[in-house]
């Protein structure tokens, strides 16, 4: 995704981190098996992680945040990860 982004490709750096947070949501909802036993906050962690590198690296050249933004990722995919919502919102504020 951050090479993505180094070339100018947002959108294809969006579907990445789309992909990702939606991936991390899956594993977390389904329990991720035994892997999750020993980090069962890796999941929110690292979607976490995935939403800063695009708040960050995907902003306007000016610095300034995008106008009435309120989420960075489309609310036709929130409806996706549902319980995640207020933590992507928290992210993409931080972010600005």
Not at 62 to 70: F, I, L, N, Y
Request: with cysteine.
């Amino acid at each position: 995704m951050k090479r993505y982004l180094e070339l100018g490709l947002k959108a294809e750096a969006l579907e990445i981190c789309k992909g990702l947070v939606l991936g991390c949501y899956r594993l977390g909802d389904h329990e991720g098996g035994d892997v999750l036993g020993w980090a069962p906050d890796f999941p929110a962690e690292a979607a976490g992680n995935a939403l800063q590198v695009w708040c960050t690296q995907s902003a306007d050249p000016t610095g300034r945040p995008a106008r009435g933004k309120r989420s960075p990722l489309p609310s036709d995919f929130l409806s996706m990860v549902p319980n995640w919502i207020s933590m992507i919102e928290g992210i993409g504020k931080k972010a600005k």
